[in-house]
C-alpha cells in the first residue's frame, strides 16, 4: 500500500509563502509522475502543478510565475513552494501519484491552505 502525507499547510495572509510537503512511503521513482491537486468549497479538483519521474514539470496558468513543484529524491518527498498567494489560492491541497501500472492514482490525504487578512 502506498501513503502520501501531507504537511504544511495552515493560515497565511495575502502576499506571504508557504511550502508544501508531500511524503511518499516509497521511492518517487517507482511512479511515473507526482502532483499536487487542489479543492476549494463548492468547487471540483483541480491540478496545480506536476512532476515527471523525467524531470517534465507543468503548471496551471492560474499559478503559473507564483508556485513552484520540487522533489528531493533521498527524502521521498515532493514539495510545493506557494509565493504571493491570494485569496483565491484557498484551498485543501492533495498530493498525487501516478504509477505506470496499473492505470490508477493514489491520493494524500490533504493539508488545508487558506489565504485571508
Known amino acids: 500500500q502506498v501513503q502520501l502525507v501531507e504537511s504544511g499547510g495552515g493560515l497565511v495572509q495575502p502576499g506571504g509563502s508557504l511550502r508544501l510537503s508531500c511524503v511518499a512511503s516509497?521511492?518517487?521513482?517507482?511512479?511515473?509522475?507526482m502532483g499536487w491537486y487542489r479543492q476549494a468549497p463548492g468547487k471540483q479538483r483541480e491540478l496545480v502543478a506536476t512532476?515527471?519521474?523525467?524531470?517534465?514539470?507543468n503548471y496551471a496558468d492560474s499559478v503559473k510565475g507564483r508556485f513552484t513543484i520540487s522533489s528531493d529524491n533521498a527524502k521521498n518527498t515532493v514539495y510545493l513552494q506557494m509565493n504571493r498567494l491570494k485569496p483565491e489560492d484557498t484551498a485543501v491541497y492533495y498530493c498525487?501519484?501516478?504509477?505506470?501500472?496499473?492505470?490508477?492514482?493514489?491520493w494524500g490525504q490533504g493539508t488545508q491552505v487558506t489565504v485571508s487578512s
Open positions: 498525487k501519484a501516478v504509477p505506470g501500472w496499473p492505470p490508477s492514482d493514489y
Open positions: 516509497r521511492s518517487i521513482f517507482s511512479f511515473r509522475a
Open positions: 512532476i515527471s519521474s523525467g524531470g517534465g514539470i
